[in-house]
């Protein structure tokens, strides 16, 4: 059963490399197929996460998708291109294996918060501000003394511009209002090739579990990167690389 206490201090167990039906693989991008790095321009591709990726695409016949806060074109630039299907801003925007997008129009109150991200961040060094188009990030990682600052910023900006607020790892974000991570998990999981597998998500922040919910709600199972916390999944990993070695396991499995 998925763990319901923070307060516990047990691992959850690793995931199983086989389960007993075709699996679906949703895998978010920071923190779980890509290590933190100190701005979000700084990830760049990989050699041996692209491999992985293609392998698993093909083993798993369409059936793995990303699904991240970040958007499309930037899960493109990391992934190389190695996910067909996948999600962007939390799950707001969504691309199919055929390359059909469903985004949301921008809420209008963006402009008016990229203008305030943008003077916060014009005197506090280290403070970047990153414009996904349908949402904004205001990035401390840099910066941490600007932390309460900008969450009580982007706390005040949700109030005044009905845009959803929503925390990550030393960065807060206002996105139009839609769907969550779960959202495309759920869609993802109604159309084929995903229709009738298993769903497992792999995530580590926050906005993850809603994927892990909706995985486990469609007979799947979550699976948290990172320390322990309270969560909804029901295995564990320790990082990117135990993430990238089970992955390879999981191809390898299924050749
Ligand atoms: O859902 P994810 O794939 O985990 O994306 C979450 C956010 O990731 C990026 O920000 C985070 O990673 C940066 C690079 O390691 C790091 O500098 C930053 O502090 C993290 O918050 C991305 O920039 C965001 O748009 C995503 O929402």
Do not use: C
Not at 12 to 29: I, M, S, Y
Not at 131 to 158: N, T, V, W, Y
């Amino acid at each position: 059963m998925p763990s319901d206490t923070g307060t516990l201090l047990e691992a959850l167990a690793p995931p199983p490399v086989t389960v007993n039906r075709p699996l679906a693989l949703f895998l978010d991008l920071d923190g779980v197929l890509a290590p933190m790095a100190p701005t979000p321009d700084a990830v760049v591709a990989d050699p041996r996460r692209t491999a992985v990726l293609t392998r698993l695409d093909a083993v798993l016949d369409g059936r793995m998708a990303i699904v991240s806060g970040r958007t499309l074109k930037e899960i493109d630039r990391i992934a190389d291109r190695a996910a067909l299907s996948a999600a962007g801003v939390h799950g707001l925007e969504r691309r199919r294996r055929d390359g059909a997008v469903d985004r949301p129009a921008a809420s209008p109150g963006l402009a008016e918060v990229l203008a305030s991200f943008r003077r916060f961040a014009a005197d506090r060094p280290g403070v970047v501000v990153e414009d996904k188009g349908i949402s904004a990030g205001l990035h401390f990682r840099q910066s941490p003394a600007s932390a309460d600052e900008a969450l009580s910023l982007a706390h005040d900006l949700a109030g005044t511009t009905g845009l959803h607020l929503q925390p990550g790892h030393m960065v807060v974000e206002l996105r139009t209002p839609g769907a969550d991570k779960g959202g495309a998990v759920t869609a993802f999981m109604a159309e084929p090739p995903f229709a009738g597998a298993l769903p497992v998500m792999l995530g580590d922040d926050l906005t993850d579990e809603a994927g892990f919910r909706a995985a486990e709600a469609l007979g799947g199972f979550g699976v948290l990167v990172g320390p322990y916390r309270s969560t909804a999944a029901r295995y564990g990993l320790a990082g990117v690389p135990e993430v990238l070695d089970w992955l390879e396991a999981v191809a390898e499995a299924g050749r």
